[in-house]
T-cell receptor
Framework: AQSVAQPEDQVNVAEGNPLTVKCTYSVSGNPYLFWYVQYPNRGLQFLLKYITGDNLVKGSYGFEAEFNKSQTSFHLKKPSALVSDSALYFCAVRGVYGNNRLAFGKGNQVVVIP | DTEVTQTPKHLVMGMTNKKSLKCEQHMGHRAMYWYKQKAKKPPELMFVYSYEKLSINESVPSRFSPECPNSSLLNLHLHALQPEDSALYLC????????FGNGTRLTVT
C-alpha cells in the first residue's frame, strides 16, 4: 500500500521568507510524486511532479521540490513566499506498478503573513 | 482556468431528490475519476473509469451511480442522499498528473 505523511497541520511564514512544506512517502517500487495546491472553493491545481531524472524538480509559480530517495521525502519549497501562496497544499504518491489510485497526504494549510 | 469542466458549481438537494453531476474534458485523457472532498481534508477516491469502463469502485454506496457516456464525459447520478453526503465533488482526468475540475459543492438537506 502507498501512503503519504505531511507532519504539520499549518505552516506560517512571513512574506518574503522561504517556504517549506514537508512530505514523506511510502510505496512499493519507484514512486511517482506530486504536489497540488487548493485555493478556497476551487479544485486541486497541479504544481509539480517527480517521475524520474533530476532530484530537484521545478514547477509552477516558483515552487520546487527535492526528491530524496534515502529519506523517502519530497519537500516543497519556495525561496520567497507571497501572500497569494496562502492555500492548502497536498502531497501525493502513486507507485509505478500501481493502478490509478493516488494516495494523498492530509494536507498542509500555508498561511503567508504580510 | 481548469481544463476539466464541472456542472453545476453548486447544488442543493433534498434527501428524496434525484440529480446528476456532470464533468467534461477535451484533453484526450482515457482515465476519469470522481472524488469526494470534505472541508480541509484530502480528496477521497470514489470511482475510476479507464477507457470508458468502470475500473475502480471504492465501495461507494449505491445511491451514487457513475456513468461514462463517452471518452470526454463523466456523470455522477445521485439519489436518496444523506446529509453526510454533503461535500465538494471533484472530477479529474489523466494519470500523471491528474487534472481536476473546480468541483460541485453539494448540500443535502
Amino acid at each position: 500500500a502507498q501512503s503519504v505523511a505531511q507532519p504539520e497541520d499549518q505552516v506560517n511564514v512571513a512574506e518574503g521568507n522561504p517556504l517549506t512544506v514537508k512530505c514523506t512517502y511510502s510505496v512499493s517500487g519507484n514512486p511517482y510524486l506530486f504536489w497540488y495546491v487548493q485555493y478556497p472553493n476551487r479544485g486541486l491545481q497541479f504544481l509539480l511532479k517527480y517521475i524520474t531524472g533530476d532530484n530537484l524538480v521545478k514547477g509552477s509559480y516558483g515552487f520546487e521540490a527535492e526528491f530524496n530517495k534515502s529519506q523517502t521525502s519530497f519537500h516543497l519549497k519556495k525561496p520567497s513566499a507571497l501572500v497569494s501562496d496562502s492555500a492548502l497544499y497536498f502531497c501525493a504518491v502513486r507507485g509505478v506498478y500501481g493502478n490509478n489510485r493516488l494516495a494523498f497526504g492530509k494536507g498542509n494549510q500555508v498561511v503567508v503573513i504580510p | 482556468d481548469t481544463e476539466v469542466t464541472q456542472t453545476p458549481k453548486h447544488l442543493v438537494m433534498g434527501m428524496t431528490n434525484k440529480k446528476s453531476l456532470k464533468c467534461e474534458q477535451h484533453m484526450g485523457h482515457r482515465a476519469m475519476y470522481w472524488y469526494k472532498q470534505k472541508a480541509k481534508k484530502p480528496p477521497e477516491l470514489m470511482f475510476v473509469y479507464s477507457y470508458e469502463k468502470l475500473s475502480i469502485n471504492e465501495s461507494v454506496p449505491s445511491r451514487f451511480s457513475p456513468e461514462c457516456p463517452n471518452s470526454s464525459l463523466l456523470n455522477l447520478h445521485l439519489h436518496a442522499l444523506q446529509p453526510e453526503d454533503s461535500a465538494l465533488y471533484l472530477c479529474a482526468s489523466g494519470l500523471s498528473p491528474l487534472h481536476f475540475g473546480n468541483g460541485t459543492r453539494l448540500t443535502v438537506t
